[in-house]
């Protein structure tokens, strides 16, 4: 089964930091872009950060900004979130899917569908 797993969540106190993965199953990461977004109870997916299949472009927004870093290791097959600075309205169950494709930039990665969602992972920014 093509999909891609997403693991590190967990729970943290205000201020504190975490590192998302997300690891594709059945098939290679090297070529797809990939988004990370997030789902809080209550409310629609909201698009948190993108990056190019080389990753030499990346995408935030704005309210993660100067807090969270997305990086990939292509020979790892994996995606990271690098969450700083983690505040309660972070709280989500956080996916990662494929955005796009080797020559996407990630400009308008909050509108795409995406493609091999995985489960999710839950993080929870609490006292």
């Known amino acids: 089964q093509l999909q891609l797993v997403e693991s590190g969540g967990g729970l943290v106190q205000p201020g504190g930091s975490l590192r998302l993965s997300c690891a594709a199953s059945?098939?290679?990461?090297?070529?797809?872009?990939i988004g990370w977004f997030r789902q809080a109870p209550g409310t629609g997916r909201e698009g948190v950060s993108c990056i190019s299949s080389s990753g030499d472009k990346t995408n935030y927004v704005d309210s993660v900004k100067g807090r969270f870093t997305i990086s990939r290791d292509n020979a790892k097959n994996t995606v990271y979130l690098q969450m700083n600075n983690l505040k309660p309205e972070d709280t989500a169950v956080y996916y990662c899917?494929?955005?796009?494709?080797?020559?996407?930039?990630?400009?308008?990665?909050?509108?795409?569908?995406?493609?091999?969602w995985g489960k999710g992972t839950p993080v929870t920014v609490s006292s």
């Open positions: 059945g098939f290679t990461l090297e070529f797809e872009a």
């Open positions: 899917a494929a955005v796009g494709g080797t020559y996407y930039s990630c400009s308008d990665f909050v509108t795409r569908h995406g493609n091999y």
